[in-house]
């Protein structure tokens, strides 16, 4: 399926409904394809094929998940909550729409009840399967999406308020665990005086990763992939020696490769992803803790006597801890706190450092190449007759041509 127009005003749904009565042609849509129904965004765009229309149902849609449907290619995202609730000036709404995707939002639950696989037409803000209206929601533009970010940045000190009240809350909770290390569990890992590298799904992870391979050769830390992290280590290449995780976004690939899983479950001890690792024949550990996955993982590193922690893809910013859209996103503050100096985030530095050579340092370089070589050659007696040859050659071609043109 293509991507066919996207027209500036929305289409009447009154002329939509009735020129499906009467089986006339249906106005232009503005995209069209087979709809993919997920109410969790990261697991549908496991599933997600370019020209697909996918069905979601995520308020505030965040950076990494408008990156990964980006990725996976659909023509348009059709959204059953706001994608911008108002809370935070989240990006993926503009992310998802710089890359020409149709993006529909706030339809409500009517559109999560489309058939998987049903043809769907988005025609303005209107989504039709069979020339049925379904669903009508806000066709977002550049100048929506605009106009949205704007006003949620006046209620961001909100969400400060708030931020700092969880922080607040966390710390009563696990202080034990924070400040003492008390309740990390036993692993087989080795770790202590070692570097460790731990890989989450965040921000520009397959570019910090890929430029850190020279560092990885080098050093051979402990590589820890952070629920769908330990797929970005596989994919690059490498090994991952723990998965760390809810098990909610990590394939089964990962998690039967032979690396040890640590099962991350609620203080009350249910942990949901625990019976999908058990299925696989695999016995993980399981950490409770209130905090996020990536946070456990710092602690436990650190706990065991990391020498140096490494962090790709991790949360650092107040955006992206709201991006996360939960309280607990709280911890990481605290725990990078905890960890100190020896944490190194690298995320982000395939954006401080990118490789440019230009055209003349090129020449520059191959000719210094060409010019060592014959340095060499010529210091040897092999290449002294090589060039004594070569020099009776050009002698033998020069006199042909006087005498060519001398008569």
Same mark, same amino acid.
């Given at each position: 399926?293509?991507?066919?127009?996207?027209?500036?005003?929305?289409?009447?749904?009154?002329?939509?409904?009735?020129?499906?009565?009467?089986?006339?042609?249906?106005?232009?849509?503005?995209?069209?394809?087979?709809?993919?129904?997920?109410?969790?965004?990261?697991?549908?765009?496991?599933?997600?094929?370019?020209?697909?229309?996918?069905?979601?149902?995520?308020?505030?849609?965040?950076?990494?998940?408008?990156?990964?449907?980006?990725?996976?290619?659909?023509?348009?995202?059709?959204?059953?909550?706001?994608?911008?609730?108002?809370?935070?000036?989240?990006? @993926?709404? !503009?992310?998802?729409? &710089? +890359? %020409?995707?149709?993006?529909?939002?706030?339809? #409500?639950?009517?559109?999560?009840?489309? =058939?998987?696989?049903?043809?769907?037409?988005?025609?303005?803000?209107?989504?039709?399967?069979?020339?049925?209206?379904?669903?009508?929601?806000?066709?977002?533009?550049?100048?929506?999406?605009?106009?949205?970010?704007?006003?949620?940045?006046?209620?961001?000190?909100?969400?400060?308020?708030?931020?700092?009240?969880?922080?607040?809350?966390?710390?009563?909770?696990?202080?034990?665990?924070?400040?003492?290390?008390?309740?990390?569990?036993?692993?087989?890992?080795?770790?202590?005086?070692?570097?460790?590298?731990?890989?989450?799904?965040?921000?520009?992870?397959?570019?910090?990763?890929?430029?850190?391979?020279?560092?990885?050769?080098?050093?051979?830390?402990?590589?820890?992939?952070?629920?769908? @992290?330990? !797929?970005?280590?596989? &994919? +690059? %290449?490498?090994?991952?020696?723990?998965?760390? #995780?809810?098990?909610?976004?990590?394939? =089964?690939?990962?998690?039967?490769?032979?690396?040890?899983?640590?099962?991350?479950?609620?203080?009350?001890?249910?942990?949901?992803?625990?019976?999908?690792?058990?299925?696989?024949?695999?016995?993980?550990?399981?950490?409770?803790?209130?905090?996020?996955?990536?946070?456990?993982?710092?602690?436990?590193?650190?706990?065991?006597?990391?020498?140096?922690?490494?962090?790709?893809?991790?949360?650092?910013?107040?955006?992206?801890?709201?991006?996360?859209?939960?309280?607990?996103?709280?911890?990481?503050?605290?725990?990078?706190?905890?960890?100190?100096?020896?944490?190194?985030?690298?995320?982000?530095?395939?954006?401080?450092?990118?490789?440019?050579?230009?055209?003349?340092?090129?020449?520059?370089?191959?000719?210094?190449?060409?010019?060592?070589?014959?340095?060499?050659?010529?210091?040897?007696?092999?290449?002294?007759?090589?060039?004594?040859?070569?020099?009776?050659?050009?002698?033998?071609?020069?006199?042909?041509?006087?005498?060519?043109?001398?008569?």
């Amino acid at each position: 399926m293509k991507l066919i127009s996207r027209p500036e005003k929305r289409a009447d749904k009154g002329a939509a409904k009735s020129a499906a009565d009467h089986g006339a042609v249906l106005p232009q849509a503005t995209a069209h394809g087979p709809a993919r129904i997920g109410a969790r965004t990261k697991e549908l765009t496991s599933r997600l094929h370019q020209g697909d229309v996918a069905v979601i149902d995520h308020v505030d849609i965040d950076r990494v998940a408008a990156d990964a449907l980006v990725s996976a290619g659909p023509v348009a995202v059709l959204n059953a909550a706001r994608s911008t609730s108002g809370r935070y000036p989240n990006t @993926g709404p !503009d992310i998802l729409v &710089d +890359a %020409g995707i149709v993006l529909v939002d706030d339809l #409500g639950p009517a559109v999560m009840a489309i =058939d998987e696989r049903a043809e769907v037409r988005i025609v303005g803000g209107e989504v039709l399967v069979d020339g049925t209206v379904v669903a009508t929601g806000t066709h977002q533009t550049p100048e929506t999406v605009a106009a949205d970010q704007a006003a949620a940045r006046e209620g961001l000190s909100a969400e400060i308020e708030r931020f700092a009240e969880n922080t607040m809350t966390y710390l009563r909770r696990e202080r034990d665990l924070l400040l003492d290390g008390v309740g990390v569990p036993d692993i087989t890992t080795s770790i202590e005086g070692r570097h460790v590298l731990i890989v989450v799904r965040g921000y520009h992870y397959r570019e910090d990763l890929a430029l850190l391979r020279s560092y990885i050769r080098e050093n051979r830390p402990v590589l820890i992939g952070v629920d769908g @992290g330990a !797929d970005a280590i596989i &994919d +690059a %290449g490498w090994q991952p020696d723990m998965i760390v #995780g809810d098990m909610d976004s990590v394939s =089964d690939r990962a998690l039967s490769c032979g690396a040890e899983i640590v099962v991350h479950a609620y203080r009350d001890g249910k942990a949901p992803g625990l019976e999908r690792v058990k299925a696989l024949g695999v016995d993980p550990v399981v950490f409770p803790a209130t905090g996020t996955s990536e946070d456990i993982t710092m602690l436990l590193a650190d706990d065991k006597g990391a020498e140096l922690i490494v962090a790709v893809g991790t949360h650092a910013t107040l955006v992206e801890f709201l991006d996360k859209g939960r309280a607990g996103m709280a911890s990481t503050f605290l725990t990078r706190l905890r960890v100190g100096g020896k944490l190194v985030d690298a995320k982000g530095v395939s954006r401080l450092y990118r490789t440019r050579i230009s055209n003349t340092q090129l020449t520059l370089l191959s000719g210094a190449g060409v010019a060592a070589v014959l340095a060499a050659l010529a210091a040897t007696s092999a290449g002294q007759t090589f060039f004594g040859l070569i020099g009776a050659r050009f002698d033998d071609v020069v006199s042909w041509i006087s005498l060519l043109f001398g008569g």
